[in-house]
């Protein structure tokens, strides 16, 4: 089994300032991609506080989407990964992965965004 995992990062009311914000992402269309590659994706959302304070006031809560993409064929399980990423962009964060299913996991995602980082840099020479 090859497990993928990648983050997403929701700033909410910050990210509309600082950032363009993504689309919401939704399970339906995560299963419905899986389907089509013969995979299981599992998303969770979680809530999570900002360390610290600055300037005495808090500083606000954001949302992660944690992704994990599973199957059983490297070739399944980067297709998923890259019409993910077509659909909401580049994941923010990509997990270190140091040994099993999800080190040929991490290679794969790795693998996708180098080549996505080609063929979006190639558009811009032309």
């Known amino acids: 089994m090859i497990v993928a995992e990648f983050h997403y990062w929701d700033y909410g009311e910050f990210s509309k ?7 919401e992402i ?36 954001y949302r992660r989407v944690d992704i994990l993409v599973s199957g059983e064929r490297a070739r399944d399980v980067k297709g998923c990964v890259g019409e993910i990423f077509k659909l909401y962009g580049k994941p923010d964060e990509v997990p270190r992965a ?15 965004l180098r080549y996505s980082d080609q063929t979006s840099s190639s558009s811009f020479i032309r």
């Open 26 to 61: 939704k399970s339906d269309e995560l299963e419905r991609i899986a389907r089509g590659f013969n995979v299981k994706v599992d998303a969770r959302k979680r809530v999570a506080s900002y360390a610290g304070f600055m300037g005495g006031m808090r500083l606000p809560s």
């Open 17 to 23: 300032t600082a950032m363009m914000p993504r689309p």
């Open 98 to 112: 140091l040994f099993g299913s999800k080190r040929t996991g991490k290679k794969i995602v790795d693998e996708v």
